[in-house]
């Protein structure tokens, strides 16, 4: 007679098969570590810290040709940037597998309240070289522009994602006071690292070595430089996240409001995790957030 199975017994199971499979694929893992250390590493680096690189259309193209393209050299990293008007500065920082370019949409709002908005593509992505990327090396890349940039005032930050964690950083090791927008942060950023190498079933000693490899190199630590054990009551912090967003949950971000009640939270739907870059809403918020404290 066949095995009949309720919702719950079917959920336990296949949680049951889970298991397994990531206990079978651990050991193989470690097995293959012990026998080829450098290789097995090189290739977990190399599908966790690689992201997937966008394409570019033509029609994109010659719109970043309507702006003034530089280049930066952070470290070994040559970084592909463009700006738009002479006022003081907007930088905006896209998210893992993102683009500059995504920031598009908020060009005309902060060029109408006299700003000027830079953005970029971070290593391996979009058209700047590398083929690897870190929060590290996002964090370096923003600090840079942040101690040493010669044209404009940087007025404000705007970061989706990833590279929303890569300000909080940024201001908290620079100790800056600007406003800045966070747009479905990744604030959790330590807990979703070590989330998608538990869903790999990649074993805990091979993942630390790795992160601890990028934190000799750059100098930083993913425990210590979480985004969440960073966050000050004195930073003047938007946060846009939408309900419905599935790679980073809202309620991170209304966590976050608890605890500080003086940030400020904008709530949208049906937005998901990209759409939202592309909402006016979520723009004019944006710019008049820092607008408002260029004008005190």
Same mark, same amino acid.
């Given at each position: 007679?066949?095995?009949?199975?309720?919702?719950?017994?079917?959920?336990?199971?296949?949680? /049951?098969?889970? /298991?397994?499979? +990531?206990?079978?694929?651990?050991?193989?893992?470690?097995?293959?570590?012990?026998?080829?250390?450098?290789?097995?590493?090189?290739?977990?680096?190399?599908?966790?810290?690689?992201? /997937?690189?966008? /394409?570019?259309?033509?029609?994109?193209?010659? @719109?970043?040709?309507?702006?003034?393209? @530089?280049?930066?050299?952070?470290?070994?990293?040559?970084?592909?940037?463009?700006?738009?008007?002479?006022?003081?500065?907007?930088?905006?920082?896209?998210?893992?597998?993102?683009?500059?370019?995504?920031?598009?949409?908020?060009?005309?709002?902060?060029?109408?309240?006299?700003?000027?908005?830079?953005?970029?593509?971070?290593?391996?992505?979009?058209?700047?070289?590398?083929?690897?990327?870190?929060? =590290?090396?996002?964090?370096?890349?923003?600090?840079? =522009?942040?101690?040493?940039?010669?044209?404009?005032?940087?007025?404000?930050?705007?970061?989706?994602?990833?590279?929303?964690?890569?300000?909080?950083?940024?201001?908290?090791?620079?100790?800056?006071?600007?406003?800045?927008?966070?747009?479905?942060?990744?604030?959790?950023?330590?807990?979703?690292?070590?989330?998608?190498?538990?869903?790999?079933?990649?074993?805990?000693?091979?993942?630390?070595?790795?992160?601890?490899?990028?934190?000799?190199?750059?100098?930083?630590?993913?425990?210590?430089?979480?985004?969440?054990? &960073?966050?000050?009551?004195?930073?003047?912090?938007?946060?846009?996240?939408?309900?419905?967003?599935?790679?980073?949950?809202?309620?991170?971000?209304?966590?976050?409001?608890?605890?500080?009640?003086?940030?400020?939270?904008?709530?949208?739907?049906?937005?998901?995790? +990209?759409?939202?870059? +592309?909402? &006016?809403?979520?723009?004019?918020?944006?710019?008049?957030?820092?607008?408002?404290?260029?004008?005190?």
């Amino acid at each position: 007679m066949a095995h009949s199975y309720r919702k719950s017994d079917t959920g336990t199971s296949y949680n /049951r098969l889970d /298991r397994v499979k +990531k206990q079978i694929f651990g050991i193989i893992v470690i097995t293959l570590w012990h026998l080829f250390p450098k290789r097995i590493e090189k290739i977990i680096g190399k599908q966790f810290f690689t992201p /997937r690189r966008h /394409r570019y259309s033509e029609e994109q193209l010659n @719109f970043l040709k309507t702006g003034r393209s @530089f280049d930066l050299k952070i470290n070994e990293d040559t970084i592909k940037c463009w700006q738009w008007g002479h006022g003081p500065s907007i930088i905006c920082i896209h998210g893992w597998n993102g683009i500059g370019l995504q920031f598009q949409s908020f060009i005309d709002a902060a060029l109408n309240k006299q700003f000027s908005i830079i953005f970029f593509d971070a290593p391996a992505h979009g058209l700047s070289p590398g083929n690897t990327c870190s929060y =590290f090396q996002m964090t370096d890349i923003l600090r840079a =522009f942040l101690k040493n940039h010669h044209r404009k005032p940087i007025s404000g930050l705007i970061g989706h994602s990833f590279g929303a964690a890569a300000i909080i950083n940024s201001i908290s090791k620079e100790k800056l006071s600007i406003p800045v927008v966070l747009i479905s942060p990744a604030i959790r950023l330590k807990q979703i690292v070590d989330a998608a190498f538990d869903q790999y079933g990649i074993p805990s000693r091979i993942y630390t070595k790795l992160i601890g490899e990028y934190e000799k190199k750059y100098g930083y630590s993913f425990t210590k430089d979480n985004p969440l054990e &960073l966050l000050d009551n004195n930073q003047s912090i938007l946060i846009i996240h939408d309900l419905k967003d599935t790679v980073i949950s809202y309620k991170d971000s209304e966590d976050v409001i608890h605890r500080f009640p003086d940030f400020k939270l904008l709530q949208t739907r049906n937005l998901g995790h +990209k759409r939202i870059l +592309k909402e &006016l809403n979520t723009t004019h918020s944006a710019i008049d957030h820092i607008s408002e404290f260029q004008n005190l």
